[in-house]
């Protein structure tokens, strides 16, 4: 089975820090992505990447910036956390189209509170 | 540009009856079309897909959806729904604009099945 974990389920954080938000897939999937969940909104992708080192913006990149620097890990980074930014954030990974499924999987999500 | 559209945001249905969660996109190409499902505290899994081929796909917990290419709608189905389908429902869209690998993800339809 794959497996996406995440670092944390839940985590708070304080206005102004610094946030980084980790990611592992074992299934060996060149694309990774980063998504914020919202009531209402849905998923909102954030930043993705298809390759090592490689990454493009999502919909809603302003606020975060991203790392891959392994194919198996995909880090979130909150450069100064903001109120605004306080939401359910899930990573999630797949091959690249038309390789496999195109089935993209889910890590269990992680809860940011920012106060 | 991809955009989905979820009409419903809660669905309530007692059990045993059937229901249908209707989902519609807007892309001017070739598209792959998604239901995932997300139980309560759980991250998203996929309920299944459409690619290519039989309009009419099927989940193996007897959930269906039809590819309808005119009216650009994937609405999903299940003629006796259980009280283990609560859940949250996305609906999502990639196309050929992107390769088919970036997914844009509908605002999510909540089934609330009552016993």
């Known amino acids: 089975d794959v497996k996406v974990t995440q670092s944390s389920r839940y985590l708070v954080k304080r206005t102004g820090e610094k946030v980084f938000l980790e990611c592992v897939q074992d299934m060996d999937h060149e694309n990774m992505f980063w998504y914020r969940q919202d009531p209402g909104l849905g998923l909102r992708l954030i930043y993705f990447s298809y390759d090592v080192k490689m990454k493009e913006k999502g919909d809603i990149p302003e606020g975060y910036s991203v790392s891959r620097e392994k194919k198996e890990r995909f880090s979130l980074i909150l450069e100064s956390a903001s109120t605004n930014q306080t939401s359910m954030y899930l990573c999630?990974?797949?091959?690249?189209?038309?390789?496999?499924?195109?089935?993209?999987?889910f890590g269990p999500g992680t809860r940011l509170t920012v106060l | 540009a991809q955009s989905v559209t979820q009409l419903d945001s809660q669905v309530p249905v007692f059990e045993e009856a059937p229901v249908e969660l209707r989902c519609n996109y807007s892309?001017?190409?070739?598209?792959?079309l998604f239901w995932y499902v997300q139980y309560p505290n759980q991250g998203l899994q996929l309920l299944l897909k459409?690619?290519?081929?039989?309009?009419l796909v099927e989940s193996i917990n007897g959930f269906e959806a039809e590819f309808n290419k005119s009216q650009t709608s994937f609405h999903l189905r299940k003629p006796s729904v259980h009280i283990s389908d609560t859940a949250e429902y996305f609906c999502a869209v990639s196309d050929e604009e992107t390769s088919y690998d970036k997914v844009i993800f509908g605002p999510g339809t909540s089934l609330s099945v009552i016993p």
């Open positions: 459409y690619l290519s081929g039989s309009t």
């Open positions: 892309s001017s190409v070739s598209v792959y």
């Open positions: 999630a990974s797949s091959f690249p189209s038309g390789v496999a499924t195109d089935t993209q999987y």
